[in-house]
């Protein structure tokens, strides 16, 4: 695929980027599936899979070759994050479901600020009022029904374009006063990973810069598949206060 890349990058030649986008739409079937499995009944595969392509075209589109980033982890990203803005653009979502998942953002930031630490799920739980089961329980269907994701967190907007933090992370020949606030948006992002507690650290590097599934994930660290989803979202819930926090930068 090196010399068909090279001849849609440097020749612009069209039939090179078709070829391209053929080759990896099995990516945005695989990614579609995952979403698809956390949705209602009511929603169409294929509504999924359109904005998908639009995700994968504009990976195409956008991918340097000279950065180190495999082209899957990046279109995956793109695919993730065109499916999701549909979703959000559809407001499926009920409110009540939106409200927990500020009440559990606040809650995170508020313990984290009074323990100078990442609170553990127990503290949480306690402050929340209720058992440890009921919590995890709560954890795991707020991940399924609100598709949480680093992807779906806007950080800002580029003319009528949304950008998406995957945009922020693969910054494309921005402007000098756009470096500045991108080199801080990662800054930012970077020192919010770096305060989740290992485990949730482990699940966003696997899971958003390795491309695994979290079935695949939970193999690795010989847990189940639910028990990632717990972490995985406990972990976006965390950066999610810790984002918002930072300068007013994410949005």
């Known amino acids: 695929m090196t010399d068909t890349w090279r001849r849609y990058k440097t020749e612009g030649d069209v039939s090179a980027r078709a070829q391209i986008i053929n080759q990896y739409a099995y990516l945005v079937k695989i990614t579609a599936g995952r979403v698809m499995s956390n949705l209602p009944p009511s929603l169409e595969r294929d509504d999924l899979v359109s904005a998908g392509i639009i995700g994968l075209i504009k990976a195409v589109d956008q991918f340097d070759m000279d950065r180190k980033v ?37 809650t995170y930031l508020s313990l984290e600020t009074r323990l100078g630490r990442p609170a553990t799920e127990q503290e949480v739980a306690d402050e929340l009022g209720m058992a440890i089961d009921d919590y995890t329980r709560i954890l795991m269907d707020t991940g399924r029904t609100v598709l949480l994701s680093l992807d779906e967190m806007l950080v800002g907007t580029e003319g009528n374009e949304k950008l998406h933090l995957v945009d922020v ?3 494309e020949g921005a402007g000098p006063s756009d470096e500045v606030e991108v080199r801080e948006m990662k800054r930012a992002l970077a020192a919010s990973i770096d305060r989740l507690p290992e485990r949730e650290r482990l699940v966003i590097a696997l899971y958003y810069f ?35 926090r930072e300068l007013g930068l994410f949005h």
């Open 169 to 171: 992370i693969h910054d």
């Open 70 to 106: 495999k082209f899957e982890t990046y279109a995956i990203a793109l695919i993730r994050g065109a499916i999701l803005e549909m979703l959000r653009e559809e407001d499926w979502v009920p409110r009540s479901v939106r409200e927990r998942v500020k009440q559990l953002e606040r």
């Open 210 to 244: 390795e491309g695994l599934t979290f079935k695949e994930i939970g193999k690795i660290m010989t847990i189940s598949e639910s028990r990632v989803y717990q972490l995985h979202t406990q972990a976006v819930l965390r950066l999610r206060g810790h984002l918002q």
